[in-house]
Structure formats: C-alpha cells, structure tokens
C-alpha cells in the first residue's frame, strides 16, 4: 500500500550469494564477445555496475515468497540444503505437495549425522532469485525437460532478451549471476534495452496519481498500430527517457497510417475500373517506366534495410526509413503517375502502374507486418 509514509531501515541477518569471488567470470560473460547490447552504451554501463558488484542478500523476512530451502539445528552448528521436493521428502519422510511456507515449516529434518532436529530457516527468497531462474526453471529444468534444455531448444542462452534500463540492476544482473553459477555463461545472447516511458510532464507514470491517459482510450481513439509506431520512433528504443505525448500517436496517424491507408485507398479506387484485376508480378517487375522501377527499387532497398536491421535488432532506424519511403511513395510516384494510374496514357499503362502500386503496398505491408511494426494492413490489404 503506497501511503507515502517514511520507511524505516534497519539492518537486519541475512542469506548470501558469494558474488564477489566470481566477479571476474561475471565481468568475461559481459563482454562484446560473450553477449550483444542494444543499445551498446549499456553494457559499458552494466560493466561498471559489475565492478562494484557486492555479495547478494538473496532472503527477505516476510510471509510471502518461496521458502528458503534450509533447515538448521537450533544452536546453528548444522545446516541442509534442500535440492528438491524428493530430497525434502526423503529427509523428513513425509509426503510433499505444497511448497508454501505453511505446508513446509513444520517439517522437521532429524540429522543423520548428529540425531538433532533440523528445522527451516524463517526467511523467504528475494523474488529476483526466482527471476533469475527464468531460463531453466520455465521447463523446470532440472527435474523434467533435460534433453529439450540441454541440447539447445533455445530456452538457454536465450536468442534474446529485452526489459527497461533499471535492470542493469535487477533482472539482467540477476540472470547473470546465475547462469554464471549454475552454467559458467552468461543466459542471453542479445539485450534489448528500452529507456522509461515517462507522464507528459516527465515524471513517473503513477496509476494513483493518473497523470498519463488511459492506454486503452489511447488505443480506442488512434489504434494499436500508431501507439507500437510511436513508441518504436521514440527515445525509449534508443534507452533514453520518453515523455509520452498523446499528441505524438495522433501525429504518426497523420504522418504515416493515412498517407499509406491513401495511397491503397486510391489504388483501389482505379482498379475498380477494370472487372477484375489480379495481382501480376511478372508486369510489375518488367515495367519500363522510369518511376515505376525506381519506387519498386527503393521499397527492395527498404525491406533489405529493414531485414537487416532487425537482425541488429535495431528497431529505433527503421520507423525513419518507412517515413520516408510513404513520402516517396504518396508525395512523388503516386502524384506523379496520376495520368496513368487513372488510366488517361491507356489500358495498359494504366494496368502495369497498378500492378507496380500493388506489389508496392503488398508487399511493404507484408514486410511490416512479419517485422512486427504493424498490423491493421493486414485488414486493408484484405478488402
């Protein structure tokens, strides 16, 4: 409960991860060779960070969390470890079917070696613990799902990652540590890193003090699509600060969807003249016309730009590239080749220009759309 009232802190026993002594391995399993950041400044970042890196507190004294799996005699002279439920089960003889604190702490370990009983600890494991263990512990890995792990189902490393710039010191720091405990590497081979998106007023988003506009009104008013534009062109993607700006969506409507919505709107328009047009790529691609071969270049010169930026995982250079090549495309080819499109140089002038339109926006559309930049062309190719 946020209540705004002072937090007292004050120092209390806890567990501990040895970090310190594997420093070294942490800072090796960070290096270009090992791993891929976008952007590449956090990862200098991240190095830094794991300079200073100090022993971990992995327990926490609350109810809530998963238990810390040791049991220790009453005097503290002898601990257990618990690896798994058949170990625990093993050891108390008991049936186990709940790991929750209430179904496990009155279990009791009596010690094999000393005959003392062994109870368990009263703390609970910081959640980023468990958080860290995402690779294996998704296929629950080690107890089930060995060959699909080991044998590279793509769970570990993972192809890649991609979290907010405040986990250089939670999430990615604590895959890390223990992919590099458990497996001596690092758990990702690319990091994509976002920055914050802030309220208009550059201050963080507060669902209690509802400074930023309903998402969901966001979406109903402008589309999910110029919401994934706006934030794919905006500094978040670059691991920079984001003021988010209703008006920004709106612009990226203006500027992008209805210009590209347009030009397939006139497209339309003139191929209805014909009683039926289907699509011919061998037309469009065996065009002689001067326009009709540079805009069929230039959208094989986005797609190949974007394939590979993609790769790179780049997303923050492509959204520019699509402004300009919708530019190209409403502003030059289409007003340019009105004559032809609307059929005044003949039928068949007017059918190879909308054969090259319509590999155009087919084909940009598919490509965004496999890019993950878009959706809704789906629908309007589909009309």
């Not at 589309?223 to 706006?230: E, F, M, P, Q, V």
């Not at 993609?310 to 402004?323: E, H, N």
Request: charged share 25%.
């Amino acid at each position: 409960w946020r209540s705004d009232t002072p937090l007292i802190y004050k120092a209390v026993p806890s567990w501990f991860v040895s970090v310190v002594q594997i420093k070294d391995k942490l800072k090796e399993n960070n290096s270009e060779e090992a791993s891929t950041w976008i952007p590449a400044f956090v990862q200098k970042r991240f190095q830094n960070w794991l300079e200073g890196a100090r022993d971990w507190a992995v327990s926490r004294n609350r109810f809530w969390g998963t238990p810390l799996p040791i049991w220790m005699s009453e005097d503290g002279e002898e601990r257990i470890c618990v690896g798994s439920v058949a170990e625990l089960e093993k050891l108390t003889g008991k049936k186990v079917t709940d790991l929750h604190r209430e179904s496990v702490d009155d279990l009791e370990i009596i010690s094999p070696k000393s005959g003392k009983a062994l109870r368990r600890v009263e703390e609970v494991l910081d959640c980023w613990f468990e958080s860290g263990c995402m690779p294996f512990a998704q296929v629950h890995y080690p107890f089930e799902n060995k060959e699909l792990f080991e044998e590279g189902g793509g769970y570990f490393p993972a192809n890649f990652i991609a979290e907010g710039l405040d986990q250089t010191r939670g999430w990615f720091y604590t895959l890390l540590v223990v992919g590099t405990v458990l497996f001596g590497t690092a758990p990702f081979k690319n990091v994509i890193v976002n920055g914050l998106v802030l309220a208009a007023d550059g201050k963080k988003m507060s669902k209690r003090k509802k400074n930023y506009t309903d998402p969901v009104k966001i979406v109903d008013t402008n589309g999910a699509d110029a919401l994934r534009l706006y934030l794919i062109n905006s500094p978040a993607v670059r691991a920079e600060p984001l003021r988010f700006l209703d008006g920004g969506v709106r612009d990226v409507v203006r500027d992008v969807l209805l210009p590209w919505y347009n030009a397939y709107r006139f497209f339309v328009q003139n191929a209805k003249c014909f009683p039926t047009f289907q699509r011919d790529v061998e037309r469009a691609l065996h065009s002689s016309n001067v326009m009709d071969r540079w805009i069929l270049s230039s959208l094989n010169s986005l797609i190949e730009f974007v394939n590979h930026e993609m790769t790179k995982y780049r997303l923050y250079t492509v959204v520019p590239r699509l402004l300009q090549f919708i530019e190209d495309l409403t502003n030059w080819y289409v007003r340019f080749n009105r004559r032809r499109l609307k059929g005044k140089e003949g039928d068949e002038e007017m059918r190879t220009s909308l054969s090259a339109l319509f590999e155009v926006l087919y084909t940009m559309t598919v490509a965004m759309v496999r890019g993950g930049l878009i959706w809704v062309a789906v629908g309007m190719m589909s009309l």
